[in-house]
């Protein structure tokens, strides 16, 4: 016997308001915490990209021997006056070149945002201590033919709040080295020796010869005058 029943249906699975909330609440964090990583990698990338840039510019600019005036106190009149500017117009040049990093001068050496040039030379009695991070005795930009290096250290301060939870700052450092030109020579003992030139010596002009006296022309006689004939 058979009945009008109608077919049974195959049940189906359905997602509920709360599920999908839960699963989203797992999700955010991750999503949040992998947002701070781009967007802090990109800032650590940036902050050591000018770090470099700051130390090649200190170097380039060490070598020259140029130095700013303003950091004469006697009108640098001695070399080492002039090597005391030199020092410091050089960290001036660092410090400009470091444009667009988070610097603190009032941080610490382990303090968020700190920023320290060092100089050094090959100079008879200097060296660079890689322990303590300081030239020794004192910093020097040396002489011409000494090799000088750049030190630059910063402190990059992290502003994600997850990642700061892990690392506060990231430390970031760049050395440069160069040899210092012959700024304290004369230019002129590197030019090469003068070229004689030969010189022109005129020939001789032949004399011109004499020209001949001419003759004298003859002149003709006096032709004698015809007599009258007699007439009969």
């Avoid at 989203?24 to 650590?44: D, Q």
């Avoid at 200097?126 to 402190?155: K, L």
């Avoid at 997850?162 to 003992?189: C, H, V, Y």
Wanted: charged content about 15%.
């Amino acid at each position: 016997m058979h009945t009008n029943q109608p077919p049974a249906r195959r049940p189906t699975a359905r997602r509920s308001y709360g599920q999908s909330m839960t699963e989203f609440a797992l999700i955010l964090p991750i999503l949040l915490f992998m947002t701070m990583a781009i967007i802090e990698g990109a800032r650590v990338f940036q902050a050591w990209l000018t770090v470099e840039n700051s130390a090649r510019a200190a170097a380039r600019y060490a070598v020259t021997g140029q130095y700013d005036p303003a950091h004469c106190a006697s009108g640098c009149s001695t070399t080492a006056d002039q090597d005391h500017a030199r020092l410091l117009t050089i960290k001036d040049v660092a410090r400009s070149s470091g444009a667009g990093l988070w610097i603190d001068d009032g941080a610490g050496q382990s303090g968020r945002g700190y920023f320290h040039v060092t100089v050094c030379s090959s100079r008879a009695g200097f060296y660079y201590d890689p322990a303590t991070e300081t030239c020794v005795p004192t910093e020097d930009a040396g002489g011409p033919g000494d090799r000088v290096q750049i030190i630059v250290r910063f402190n990059h301060p992290v502003i994600a709040p997850m990642i700061r939870s892990i690392a506060d700052q990231i430390p970031l450092s760049s050395s440069r080295e160069m040899i210092n030109e012959t700024f304290r020579t004369g230019r002129m003992l590197g030019l090469p020796p003068t070229v004689a030139r030969p010189t022109f010596t005129p020939t001789i002009t032949p004399t011109p010869m004499p020209s001949p006296t001419p003759t004298e022309t003859f002149t003709p006689s006096v032709t004698p005058t015809d007599t009258d004939t007699p007439t009969n």
